[in-house]
């Protein structure tokens, strides 16, 4: 039942990362359709500005493509199976260090009311495991 509950976490953490990428890359939905937290770039390094309000809109736009780019080697990463450890490790410190911007820019509230904190459970429970079935990783172990 392992082998089961960390693929599915890996998929599933995988899949958390990559579809909000999708959102501001705008495949989610135009912005204000309902179908898309932010529907397009701009809309996404407003949101970043909202949660670092101490830098400017281009430090906003700098740090909104490092994270957007982080999340994709996270997401593809941990869909694939390739270092599922290190890339649990990274998903935690992404996501921890997301909810603590959200704590301090909109409230204690507002990472729960995403699944944030779960991400980063997630993420540290993938770090705790050595061997990973049904992953690039095991197949690479077994060569």
């Known amino acids: 039942m392992t082998t089961l509950a960390q693929l599915f976490t890996r998929i599933a953490l995988g899949l958390g990362f990559l579809l909000p990428v999708?959102?501001?890359?705008?495949?989610?939905?135009?912005?204000?359709?309902?179908?898309?937290?932010?529907?397009d770039w701009q809309h996404f390094v407003t949101y970043t500005h909202q949660?670092?309000?101490?830098?400017?809109?281009?430090?906003?736009?700098?740090?909104?493509?490092?994270?957007?780019?982080?999340?994709?080697?996270?997401?593809?990463?941990?869909i694939i199976g390739f270092k599922v450890k290190w890339m649990g490790l990274g998903a935690a410190i992404i996501t921890l260090t997301f909810a603590v911007f959200m704590i301090f820019s909109l409230g204690i509230g507002a990472p729960f009311s995403y699944p944030v904190f779960v991400f980063t459970g997630a993420g540290l429970l993938l770090y705790t495991h050595h061997s990973f079935p049904w992953s690039v990783d095991a197949l690479l172990n077994k060569n």
Do not use: H, Q
């Open 22 to 39: 999708g959102d501001r890359l705008g495949f989610m939905g135009a912005p204000d359709s309902g179908k898309a937290a932010w529907g």
């Open 51 to 78: 949660l670092m309000p101490f830098t400017n809109m281009y430090t906003a736009n700098i740090a909104g493509l490092a994270a957007t780019i982080a999340e994709c080697v996270l997401g593809i990463c941990l």
